[in-house]
């Protein structure tokens, strides 16, 4: 059984990043895809380029979950996704309140910008997630997955946990 059949009934996922800087940054989020179960991760402009022979992907989960290059995300959206920016954006739904689409395309900013107006107007939904300050953007991408598994009908138990841990982790909890 591979990593993504415990996330069947949690519908698609999609990531679209805003031309991201770090290459660190982005490889803490194909590690979050990959633990979460999202399919593709699609950014936009040249620095993660530049930097991602200097990557920390130690899972190397860019190997398998398709990691593209774009000139817009809207031209990137897969077929019968709902887009949703995440951004601290005057209006928008706090997470803790959102109800997440089945088949979701997650949008971005860059660690050093916002995501722009027309990007804002493009996407179905805008949430923000309720903190004192601006959050990393691998953090805040893993927030989001995490808001969403919790949220789901995914109730995994100890085949989960076996499929899931470092080979070295055998403990368990005495009954």
């Known amino acids: 059984m591979n990593s993504y059949s415990h996330f069947s009934a949690w519908g698609l996922v999609s990531l679209g990043l805003i031309n991201p800087k770090s290459a660190t940054n982005v490889a803490s989020i194909l590690r979050a895809a990959g633990c979460y179960g999202a399919s593709s991760v699609f950014y936009t402009g040249q620095r993660y380029g530049y930097a991602k022979d200097f990557n920390a992907d130690t899972r190397q989960m860019h190997k398998q979950i398709p ?78 997955l995490y808001d969403r598994l919790a ?14 841990r470092d080979i070295n982790n055998r403990t368990r909890v005495k009954n």
């Open 67 to 144: 990691t593209i290059g774009v000139e817009s995300l809207q031209v990137a959206l897969p077929k019968g996704a709902t887009p949703v920016v995440v951004e601290l954006v005057e209006g928008a739904t706090p997470l803790p309140a959102y109800t997440h689409p089945e088949n979701a395309f997650y949008v971005f900013g860059p660690e050093d910008g916002s995501v722009s107006q027309d990007i804002v107007d493009w996407c179905r939904d805008v949430v923000y997630i309720p903190t004192n300050g601006c959050m990393n953007l691998a953090a805040t991408v893993n927030v989001l």
């Open 151 to 164: 949220k789901s009908e995914l109730r995994g138990g100890n085949s989960l946990i076996q499929a899931s």
